[in-house]
C-alpha cells in the first residue's frame, strides 16, 4: 500500500505529540512527587516562608531543593520555566485532531447511525466542546465552590459525564471519546499558559523588583496545579482509548468514560496520598465505577444464545398444500446520491476516494429490502433452522453483503478479510448485544442470535461507515431483494399473512395477503419520496 502525504504527517504530528506529552507529564509527575516529600521545616527555623526542602540523589550527584513563599533578594542563575512542553503537547495534539476527524471528509467524525449532521456541524460540536468546556470550568474556578474540594470535584466529573453523554451522540464514538480526552488536555494546557504562568510572572516580577505580593496568587496557581494533577490519568486513558473499540464503542460507552474518569482520578488520589485509603472519597470512587461499569457493560454479549426448542402443539405442514407470496419491491422518486467516504487506513485507500450508496436502484427496482412474513404463522410447525453458517465477509473496508437474513438459532459467520483490524459491534434490543475485535487477515467470529429481531445493526467503530443489517426470524419465510427487487416466500400454508418490508432509510412497510393452495399471492411494496 502506497503512504499517502497525509500519513507521514499524521505520523510525524502523532509522534512530536507523544514527545511532548512524555516531556510535559513527566515534569508533572517530578513535580507532583517533590510536593509530596517535601520536608516542612521545623517550627523554630528561621527561614521565612520556607514551606518544605528535600534532598535528592541521582545520575551520581545530589540535589537539594526547596519552595518557598517568600521572594528571594535577587534571582541567581537561570530560571527554568515549564510551559513550552504543554503548549507543544495540546498543538501537536490539536493538529492532530483536525487532520485524523476533520480532514478527509469525516470519516472517522461523524456516524450517521449516531447522528446524521454534516462534517462542518461536527467538527463545529467537537471545537465548541473544548471552548465551552474551557469557559465553564473557568467560571467555576472563579466562585467560592473551588474551595470545596470534593464538592468541586464532583460538579466536575459530572460536567464531563454530560459532555460524553452529548458527544457520544452527536459524534462517532471514537471521536466523542477523543473530544472529551481533548477537553480535559485544554483545561490542563489553559490552567498553565492562562493562569499559572501569568501569576509565576507577576511573582518573578515582584522578586526582582523588590516588591511584596500577596501569597494568595501563588496558591490559586498550586490549586489549578492540582486540578491539572487530578486530569492527568484520566487524559492518559481517553487517548489510548481509540486503539480500544470494544469500549468506545461499548452501548452506553458515556457511562464507561465517566466511570474511568473517575477510576483515573482516585488512582491518582490514592497516589497523592501515598497509599492511604482516604475515607469515603476512594471508597464512593470504587462504589460508582463498579455500579456504572456494569451498567455499561451490561448489554455486551457473554456467549452464544441459541434458540429454544420446538413448541408443541402445532400443526405440521403438508407441501401439497402450501402457496407463496410472491412480488417486487420498487422505488419511486429521486434516488439519494452516493455517499463519498476516504478509505482510511484500508487496503483500498490508494484508489482515491469510495461511494457507499445505501439506495441501490435499477430500472425502478430496489435492492436490499428485507421481506418477511411478520404474523400469520404462528400456528405452524416449522422447520428447524439449518446449521449451516449465513457468511458476512469484512472485504476492502465494506460489508458483504450488506444486508442479510438468518433463522433464530442460525450461525452468522464474520470472516475479515482485510489485513487491517476491523471490530464488529452489534446494536441489539432483543438479543445480547457484542463488539468484538477482529484483529488480523481471515480472522473469524461466529454468532447465533436466540430471538426474533429485525434488523440488528452492525458495524465497524474503527472504520465508521462501515454498516450491515441482520434480520433475524424464527420461520424460514423471509428473503434479501437482489437488484432486480424482486421477491419469493414459498411454502407458506394456506391462510392469511402479514406482510412487512424494511430498507435502511425509509419508513417499514406492511401488507396483508390470503395464500391459497398451489397459488402464488402477488404483492408490490413501493419505497421512496
Given at each position: 500500500?502506497?503512504?499517502?502525504?497525509?500519513?507521514?504527517?499524521?505520523?510525524?504530528?502523532?509522534?512530536?505529540?507523544?514527545?511532548?506529552?512524555?516531556?510535559?507529564?513527566?515534569?508533572?509527575?517530578?513535580?507532583?512527587?517533590?510536593?509530596?516529600?517535601?520536608?516542612?521545616?521545623?517550627?523554630?527555623?528561621?527561614?521565612?516562608?520556607?514551606?518544605?526542602?528535600?534532598?535528592?540523589?541521582?545520575?551520581?550527584?545530589?540535589?537539594?531543593?526547596?519552595?518557598?513563599?517568600?521572594?528571594?533578594?535577587?534571582?541567581?542563575?537561570?530560571?527554568?520555566?515549564?510551559?513550552?512542553?504543554?503548549?507543544?503537547?495540546?498543538?501537536?495534539?490539536?493538529?492532530?485532531?483536525?487532520?485524523?476527524?476533520?480532514?478527509?471528509?469525516?470519516?472517522?467524525?461523524?456516524?450517521?447511525?449516531?447522528?446524521?449532521?454534516?462534517?462542518?456541524?461536527?467538527?463545529?460540536?467537537?471545537?465548541?466542546?473544548?471552548?465551552?468546556?474551557?469557559?465553564?470550568?473557568?467560571?467555576?474556578?472563579?466562585?467560592?465552590?473551588?474551595e470545596n474540594g470534593p464538592l468541586f470535584a464532583l460538579v466536575g466529573w459530572l460536567g464531563v459525564l454530560g459532555v460524553a453523554f452529548g458527544l457520544t451522540h452527536l459524534l462517532s464514538a471514537r471521536a466523542a471519546f477523543l473530544h472529551v480526552g481533548a477537553l480535559l488536555a485544554t483545561l490542563m494546557v489553559a490552567n498553565v499558559w492562562l493562569v499559572i504562568i501569568p501569576i509565576s510572572k507577576k511573582m518573578v516580577a515582584a522578586a526582582r523588583g523588590g516588591e511584596l505580593l500577596d501569597a494568595k496568587l501563588g496558591r490559586k496557581a498550586k490549586l489549578r496545579s492540582r486540578h491539572n494533577n487530578y486530569i492527568v490519568f484520566p487524559v492518559i486513558f481517553l487517548m489510548i482509548s481509540n486503539h480500544y473499540p470494544t469500549i468506545y464503542g461499548a452501548r452506553n460507552a458515556w457511562v464507561l468514560l465517566g466511570g474511568m474518569v473517575l477510576l483515573g482520578a482516585g488512582i491518582k488520589h490514592m497516589m497523592n496520598r501515598r497509599g492511604e485509603?482516604?475515607?469515603?472519597?476512594?471508597?464512593?470512587?470504587?462504589?460508582?465505577?463498579?455500579?456504572?461499569?456494569?451498567?455499561?457493560?451490561?448489554?455486551?454479549?457473554?456467549?452464544?444464545?441459541?434458540?429454544?426448542?420446538?413448541?408443541?402443539?402445532?400443526?405440521?405442514?403438508?407441501?401439497?398444500?402450501?402457496?407463496?407470496?410472491?412480488?417486487?419491491?420498487?422505488?419511486?422518486?429521486?434516488?439519494?446520491?452516493?455517499?463519498?467516504?476516504?478509505?482510511?487506513?484500508?487496503?483500498?485507500?490508494?484508489?482515491?476516494?469510495?461511494?457507499?450508496?445505501?439506495?441501490?436502484?435499477?430500472?425502478?427496482?430496489?435492492?436490499?429490502?428485507?421481506?418477511?412474513?411478520?404474523?400469520?404463522?404462528?400456528?405452524?410447525?416449522?422447520?428447524?433452522?439449518?446449521?449451516?453458517?449465513?457468511?458476512?465477509?469484512?472485504?476492502?473496508?465494506?460489508?458483504?453483503?450488506?444486508?442479510?437474513?438468518?433463522?433464530?438459532?442460525?450461525?452468522?459467520?464474520?470472516?475479515?478479510?482485510?489485513?487491517?483490524?476491523?471490530?464488529?459491534?452489534?446494536?441489539?434490543?432483543?438479543?445480547?448485544?457484542?463488539?468484538?475485535?477482529?484483529?488480523?487477515?481471515?480472522?473469524?467470529?461466529?454468532?447465533?442470535?436466540?430471538?426474533?429481531?429485525?434488523?440488528?445493526?452492525?458495524?465497524?467503530?474503527?472504520?465508521?461507515?462501515?454498516?450491515?443489517?441482520?434480520?433475524?426470524?424464527?420461520?424460514?419465510?423471509?428473503?434479501?431483494?437482489?437488484?432486480?427487487?424482486?421477491?419469493?416466500?414459498?411454502?407458506?400454508?394456506?391462510?392469511?399473512?402479514?406482510?412487512?418490508?424494511?430498507?435502511?432509510?425509509?419508513?417499514?412497510?406492511?401488507?396483508?395477503?390470503?395464500?391459497?393452495?398451489?397459488?402464488?399471492?402477488?404483492?408490490?411494496?413501493?419505497?421512496?419520496?
Amino acid at each position: 500500500m502506497d503512504v499517502t502525504p497525509i500519513e507521514w504527517v499524521n505520523l510525524i504530528l502523532r509522534w512530536t505529540h507523544v514527545i511532548a506529552a512524555i516531556f510535559w507529564i513527566g515534569h508533572a509527575f517530578l513535580f507532583n512527587e517533590l510536593e509530596e516529600q517535601l520536608v516542612p521545616p521545623e517550627p523554630d527555623d528561621p527561614r521565612e516562608g520556607l514551606e518544605g526542602e528535600l534532598w535528592m540523589v541521582h545520575g551520581g550527584g545530589f540535589y537539594y531543593m526547596q519552595k518557598t513563599w517568600s521572594y528571594p533578594e535577587r534571582l541567581r542563575g537561570a530560571l527554568k520555566w515549564f510551559k513550552w512542553e504543554a503548549a507543544f503537547t495540546w498543538l501537536s495534539g490539536f493538529s492532530l485532531l483536525v487532520v485524523v476527524f476533520y480532514l478527509g471528509g469525516g470519516v472517522y467524525l461523524v456516524d450517521r447511525s449516531v447522528a446524521d449532521i454534516g462534517v462542518g456541524t461536527a467538527a463545529a460540536v467537537g471545537v465548541a466542546s473544548l471552548v465551552v468546556g474551557w469557559l465553564v470550568y473557568d467560571g467555576l474556578c472563579r466562585t467560592p465552590l473551588v474551595e470545596n474540594g470534593p464538592l468541586f470535584a464532583l460538579v466536575g466529573w459530572l460536567g464531563v459525564l454530560g459532555v460524553a453523554f452529548g458527544l457520544t451522540h452527536l459524534l462517532s464514538a471514537r471521536a466523542a471519546f477523543l473530544h472529551v480526552g481533548a477537553l480535559l488536555a485544554t483545561l490542563m494546557v489553559a490552567n498553565v499558559w492562562l493562569v499559572i504562568i501569568p501569576i509565576s510572572k507577576k511573582m518573578v516580577a515582584a522578586a526582582r523588583g523588590g516588591e511584596l505580593l500577596d501569597a494568595k496568587l501563588g496558591r490559586k496557581a498550586k490549586l489549578r496545579s492540582r486540578h491539572n494533577n487530578y486530569i492527568v490519568f484520566p487524559v492518559i486513558f481517553l487517548m489510548i482509548s481509540n486503539h480500544y473499540p470494544t469500549i468506545y464503542g461499548a452501548r452506553n460507552a458515556w457511562v464507561l468514560l465517566g466511570g474511568m474518569v473517575l477510576l483515573g482520578a482516585g488512582i491518582k488520589h490514592m497516589m497523592n496520598r501515598r497509599g492511604e485509603i482516604h475515607g469515603i472519597y476512594w471508597a464512593t470512587a470504587v462504589a460508582l465505577f463498579g455500579a456504572l461499569g456494569l451498567w455499561g457493560w451490561s448489554t455486551r454479549s457473554h456467549g452464544e444464545t441459541v434458540a429454544a426448542g420446538p413448541a408443541t402443539g402445532l400443526r405440521p405442514i403438508d407441501p401439497a398444500t402450501t402457496g407463496s407470496v410472491r412480488g417486487t419491491v420498487r422505488f419511486e422518486g429521486t434516488v439519494p446520491p452516493p455517499r463519498a467516504v476516504d478509505l482510511v487506513n484500508c487496503p483500498q485507500q490508494s484508489q482515491g476516494p469510495a461511494e457507499i450508496q445505501t439506495v441501490r436502484v435499477s430500472d425502478g427496482d430496489l435492492a436490499d429490502a428485507f421481506v418477511w412474513v411478520q404474523q400469520g404463522w404462528e400456528g405452524w410447525q416449522v422447520p428447524p433452522p439449518p446449521t449451516d453458517s449465513v457468511e458476512v465477509d469484512q472485504r476492502g473496508c465494506r460489508y458483504h453483503p450488506h444486508v442479510i437474513g438468518v433463522r433464530v438459532g442460525q450461525p452468522v459467520e464474520f470472516v475479515n478479510a482485510d489485513p487491517v483490524p476491523h471490530n464488529v459491534h452489534a446494536q441489539t434490543v432483543a438479543n445480547p448485544g457484542f463488539n468484538e475485535m477482529m484483529v488480523g487477515q481471515d480472522t473469524r467470529l461466529r454468532k447465533v442470535f436466540g430471538h426474533a429481531e429485525v434488523m440488528v445493526h452492525t458495524k465497524c467503530d474503527i472504520h465508521p461507515w462501515m454498516s450491515e443489517y441482520i434480520g433475524v426470524v424464527p420461520h424460514p419465510w423471509f428473503q434479501v431483494t437482489g437488484k432486480d427487487g424482486a421477491f419469493s416466500l414459498d411454502g407458506l400454508p394456506p391462510g392469511v399473512y402479514d406482510v412487512a418490508a424494511w430498507h435502511e432509510g425509509y419508513a417499514l412497510q406492511h401488507q396483508q395477503v390470503q395464500v391459497t393452495t398451489g397459488q402464488a399471492a402477488k404483492l408490490v411494496f413501493t419505497f421512496g419520496d
